[in-house]
Structure formats: structure tokens, C-alpha cells
């Protein structure tokens, strides 16, 4: 079993920055953590991932340029740097960990409760 705590959610102006943090109680049995974001209504989707043991990642297209996500092993932690935020990227997002990779969230077997990121303008 692997539990995930998800921090570093809040409100920022449109064009501002957050950085999401999740920390794994183990890596064992995870090949890979995702960051993966849902509004009311309307389905989870996957915004990035990494390969825990490769360093590999995957980035929706609609992130791309403006959100980072790395990782440091030594701490069992994800980060998700987003940058340029816009309205849109209001959600509640959610951390997840998996044997495998990718962005889809069939892939990953473990969640964390999930820290809202709310844009303003």
C-alpha cells in the first residue's frame, strides 16, 4: 500500500505560480507518479507524469511550456511547477501512483486526496 499526501494548492492570480508537492510513503512497487486534475462535472484528466526509475515525462499538450513536473527520489517526492496560470487551470488535482506510465489514469493504482488550485483573474 502506498499513501500519497498531496500540498502547495491555493488561490492565485491569472499568470502567477504554484508548486505542487506529493510525497510517497514508498516508492516501492511505483514505476511512476502522476498529477492528474478534475472540475466538477467533467472527468479526471491527466496533466503530467514521471517515470520514477527513467526520469521520463509526460505533459498534456495544453500544460506544455508552462508546468514542470521532477522529482527527488531521496524524499519519495513529486513536484508539479506550474507556471503562467490561467483560469482554466482551476481544479482540484490529485497525485497518483502506478506500476506503470503514462496519462491515463487507469494506469496508476494509488491516489491522494487531492489539493485545489484555484485561478482568479
Known amino acids: 500500500q502506498v499513501q500519497l499526501v498531496e500540498s502547495g494548492g491555493g488561490s492565485v492570480q491569472a499568470g502567477g505560480s504554484l508548486r505542487l508537492s506529493c510525497v510517497a510513503s514508498?516508492?516501492?512497487?511505483?514505476?511512476?507518479m502522476g498529477w492528474f486534475r478534475q472540475t466538477e462535472g467533467r472527468e479526471r484528466e491527466g496533466v503530467a507524469a514521471?517515470?520514477?526509475?527513467?526520469?521520463?515525462?509526460y505533459v498534456t499538450p495544453s500544460v506544455k511550456g508552462r508546468f514542470t513536473i521532477s522529482q527527488d527520489n531521496a524524499k519519495n517526492t513529486v513536484y508539479l511547477q506550474m507556471n503562467s496560470l490561467k483560469l482554466e487551470d482551476t481544479a482540484m488535482y490529485y497525485c497518483?501512483?502506478?506500476?506503470?506510465?503514462?496519462?491515463?489514469?487507469?494506469?496508476?493504482?494509488?491516489w491522494g486526496q487531492g489539493t485545489q488550485v484555484t485561478v482568479s483573474s
Open positions: 497518483a501512483a502506478g506500476p506503470g506510465c503514462g496519462l491515463g489514469e487507469y494506469i496508476y493504482r494509488y
Open positions: 514508498t516508492y516501492t512497487s511505483v514505476n511512476c
Open positions: 514521471i517515470n520514477t526509475r527513467l526520469g521520463t515525462t
